[in-house]
């Protein structure tokens, strides 16, 4: 079986300053069979809020659905699809609003509309990509068709405000350190997602039942959902750049990183230290033998204070009669969210400190006073560059 066709998710809110650069790119497309889904999307109310923001991205919102609507009728490059969550009367109601529900309609709709060998690609409007960008990633989601999801490489652009690009700098690094320390010890939880750079197959979301539709967070549940029933794909040839822009519209990521600004990092983006990663890696590696006897992993006593219990591993050795299957019982619960809590308690070095000591162990060159504020936007932006093309050559191993 291979993926015949695909359809393109992007959600928006108050895009219309990005909608016809990413037409543009659409109509460009090497692929010349998909279709494109959007969500306008914003609360009910908005129309007549007294909030000055509210109001103007409602104003937003319909001029974009208005544009919209005139190229679904005069575009022939692609079949377009609009879903309309943002006009009187179908803006979203009470506390199901935000990024996660236009997600949830998104994908629900294409559902709907095709079966289980078809891809779902899920985009940004704000986020640039190559002409042949869907072509690719549907050649390499039909190489590994029993992948459940491809993680796609990213890439922030710069935007030559000093401030805001120093910020996103900061946060792409942060999230680099931290994937690239789960590649290395070869972590099922090992990706990245981002809402922008998402592929999926129709029968593995149907196989988790679907997106759970938080304010934000929901493309990193979405993706570990993927990652217990199958294997994630992160390497493909395409890369995708999100804009690095400030944004208040979901509670943690780039967007909201860039509007808090780099003073308020270290508390709500710190680097992990390498000792945490150690013992992650050190637990995983003794799943193994636990299946055969009880021993003390280094996240015992943090699983016992979360489980609330002492028996952490016998029930899973009677519940789950192979191997295989009791370390995968062990993975699951021992997930994504589990080691960020985990981390959490170690005590923290400064962003600075701890980087000195991952460049240096993995041979990598920065100046001695390196310092996320006053180091110049050039060189932590080579930083970030080395660290992408680490990061890269680890997704490729983890084929």
Request: some cysteine; overall charge negative; charged content about 25%.
């Amino acid at each position: 079986m291979r993926y015949r066709h695909l359809s393109v998710a992007i959600p928006i809110l108050a895009e219309l300053e990005n909608l016809p650069k990413l037409i543009e790119s659409l109509q460009h497309q090497s692929l010349r069979d998909f279709d494109v889904y959007f969500c306008v999307n914003n609360p009910e109310g908005w129309s007549n809020s007294g909030d000055v923001s509210q109001r103007n991205m409602y104003l937003d919102n319909q001029e974009a659905m208005s544009y919209l609507r005139e190229q679904a009728k005069e575009n022939k490059s692609f079949r377009l699809i609009l879903i309309d969550r943002s006009s009187l009367g179908n803006g979203w109601q009470g506390k199901q609003h935000g990024v996660g529900w236009a997600r949830k309609t998104l994908f629900e709709a294409i559902e709907r509309e095709h079966d289980d060998n078809e891809l779902i690609v899920s985009l940004d409007a704000d986020t640039l990509f190559s002409d042949t960008y869907l072509e690719s990633v549907h050649c390499t989601m039909n190489e590994h068709y029993n992948h459940s999801a491809l993680c796609v490489p990213y890439y922030h652009p710069l935007s030559g405000n000093e401030l805001n690009d120093r910020a996103m700098l900061r946060y792409e690094i942060y999230m680099r350190h931290y994937l690239i320390n789960l590649l290395e010890s070869n972590n099922p939880y090992a990706f990245t997602a981002l809402g922008s750079a998402m592929v999926f197959p129709i029968w593995a979301y149907r196989r988790v039942r679907g997106i759970t539709p938080l304010q934000g967070g929901e493309d990193f549940y979405l993706m570990q959902k993927f990652a217990k029933t199958g294997k994630i794909l992160l390497s493909c040839n395409e890369t995708v750049e999100p804009q690095g822009r400030p944004s208040s519209r979901v509670p943690f990521g780039t967007g909201p990183a860039i509007a808090k600004g780099i003073d308020y990092m270290n508390d709500t983006y710190p680097f992990y230290p390498h000792e945490g990663f150690e013992a992650v890696a050190r637990t995983f590696s003794m799943f193994q033998d636990l299946y055969e006897y009880d021993q003390e992993t280094p996240m015992n006593d943090f699983l016992r204070q979360q489980l609330k219990t002492d028996n952490l591993w016998q029930p899973l050795r009677k519940n789950f009669k192979t191997k295989e299957l009791f370390i995968h019982a062990c993975h699951e619960r021992v997930d994504g969210l589990r080691i960020l809590q985990y981390l959490k308690i170690f005590p923290l070095r400064t962003a600075e400190e701890e980087l000195h000591l991952f460049c240096k162990s993995h041979r990598i060159t920065i100046s001695e006073d390196f310092d996320f504020k006053n180091t110049c936007i050039s060189e932590i932006n080579s930083l970030r560059y080395t660290l992408f093309n680490l990061e890269s050559s680890l997704r490729k191993v983890s084929l």
